[in-house]
């Protein structure tokens, strides 16, 4: 398990480097900085090179300095590392692999590098009631990360980060050759595709709700590849039938249901439907990406989840308290539902709640 950077400072990292060698790992712009602040300020550290995982960069130098390979490094030499890349825990990961603990982050250490978000009120209580109805240790686990990183305003997630597909996992849910599949939040059809890989064409039908006709024309430019079963609806979803204003062009904002409006521009309006007024056959899965407005369409919904006891994979990273709120609600309505976490972002954003009935 990777060093906790929570309690690293730079008075305790300059006293593990009295005495030793220092390698900046990272050849990139951040160590690079790194090592003109080192000579402007006079830092006193024994800098000997660099380290980076790109072999193209093996050998070459940097104001002097050569850039090294981590494998040349030897146990036995008394070193440390000064981790200076945006996501230090994919690098303490490898470290750890190689037997290498004297490592430290230039990230952590440095305030300025924080992330926009520190949620400072979290609801212990509710945290604990989640923690107590996730299936799997592993999603506890992630629980007690996320909770950490949130109270820090971290950035860095790569530590917590899972790999592969991030809705259709075999490991939680089967599946067979009927099943009836909503994608809420279509973006460009990418969940189409993998829907249809994952069941290998098997399946009853697919609909797939997506308010942003630039994008929705995307998808549409590609139905080619599917056929009849596969259903289009340029519609939002929400807890009713309802028109909203929404940001359809801002590259920050854009997919995002807006309240207040402001002087914002590319606001325009979108038709929402529920799920319950607009899905009558039964339904199988359904998946939820859809810029925080996950709660109300879920609500939207509840008719469906208490009849079918769909297999569901909904992000709840939208919104701070999408974390505990979204799997406590969905657990008070079908008990019997098995419940885990998993995270996909290199960032704050890509926790994804699955459930489902064993």
Not at 104 to 112: A, G, K, L, P
Not at 275 to 286: A, G, H, P, R, S
Not at 326 to 333: A, N, R, S
Request: glycine letters at 6%; a negative charge; charged letters at 25%.
């Amino acid at each position: 398990m990777r060093r906790d950077f929570k309690q690293d400072t730079w008075e305790k990292f300059n006293e593990a480097a009295k005495g030793r060698d220092v390698y900046l790992f990272g050849a990139g712009n951040l160590g690079r900085e790194l090592l003109k602040k080192c000579k402007n300020y006079n830092s006193g550290w024994n800098i000997k090179g660099f380290l980076d995982n790109d072999k193209s960069k093996f050998g070459t130098n940097i104001d002097g300095l050569q850039v090294f390979g981590v494998a040349e490094l030897s146990k036995s030499e008394n070193y440390v590392v000064l981790i200076c890349t945006m996501y230090p825990g994919t690098i303490a990961n490898q470290l750890d692999a190689l037997g290498i603990e004297n490592y430290w982050s230039s990230i952590w250490m440095d305030d300025t590098m924080h992330d926009f978000l520190i949620q400072e009120d979290i609801d212990a209580l509710e945290i604990n009631r989640l923690k107590e109805i996730l299936y799997d240790e592993k999603s506890q686990n992630l629980l007690d990360a996320l909770v950490q990183k949130r109270k820090a305003g971290f950035m860095d997630y790569t530590d917590i980060q899972d790999s592969g597909t991030e809705y259709f996992i075999d490991e939680f849910f089967t599946k067979d050759s009927n099943e009836v599949f909503i994608d809420c939040g279509a973006y460009d059809g990418d969940t189409i595709d993998e829907f249809c890989s994952w069941t290998e064409n098997q399946f009853k039908a697919v609909y797939s709700f997506e308010p942003d006709a630039v994008i929705l024309q995307k998808i549409k430019s590609n139905m080619h590849k599917y056929d009849q079963r596969i259903h289009l609806i340029p519609k939002g979803v929400y807890s009713h039938k309802t028109t909203l204003s929404f940001m359809n062009t801002d590259a920050v904002y854009s997919g995002h249901v807006v309240e207040n409006t402001g002087n914002m521009g590319g606001l325009g309006t979108i038709e929402c439907v529920s799920l319950d007024e607009e899905i009558q056959e039964k339904v199988t899965f359904i998946k939820m990406d859809i810029e925080g407005s996950e709660i109300p369409a879920l609500n939207g919904a509840k008719n469906i989840i208490l009849r079918d006891k769909p297999k569901l994979a909904i992000c709840i990273y939208h919104k701070p308290d999408d974390l505990w709120k979204i799997p406590l609600m969905l657990k008070d309505w079908v008990p019997e539902y098995r419940m885990h976490l998993r995270h996909y972002g290199r960032r704050y954003y890509g926790t994804v709640l699955y459930a489902y009935i064993p």
